[in-house]
């Protein structure tokens, strides 16, 4: 009989920092663009209100779903390997 070996499990600094950098990276790349589109940008980076706001805050939980459920995770999740197998 051969058993199969359960994967190991990510540890939990790694997902915990993944899940920070990947809130990080799309709040400044997607609020950077959305800025760009609206008007928003400002000498030192960027101010949204309102809409553009909402509508960067909406990109971002799209970001997480979509990365989690159809890429198979998200960008910091694969650089620091802290996706679940």
Request: hydrophobic share 60%; charged share 15%; aromatic share 16%.
């Amino acid at each position: 009989m051969s058993e199969t070996k359960p994967a190991a499990q990510p540890a939990t600094w790694r997902i915990v920092l993944a899940a920070v950098f990947d809130f990080l990276t799309a709040f400044l790349v997607l609020g950077y663009i959305i800025a760009s589109i609206f008007g928003g940008k400002t000498a030192d980076g960027f101010q949204l209100d309102g809409l553009p706001a909402l509508l960067l805050f909406v990109l971002i939980v799209v970001y997480f779903m979509v990365f989690n459920r159809f890429l198979g995770g998200t960008l910091w999740k694969r650089i620091l390997r802290a996706h679940r197998s």
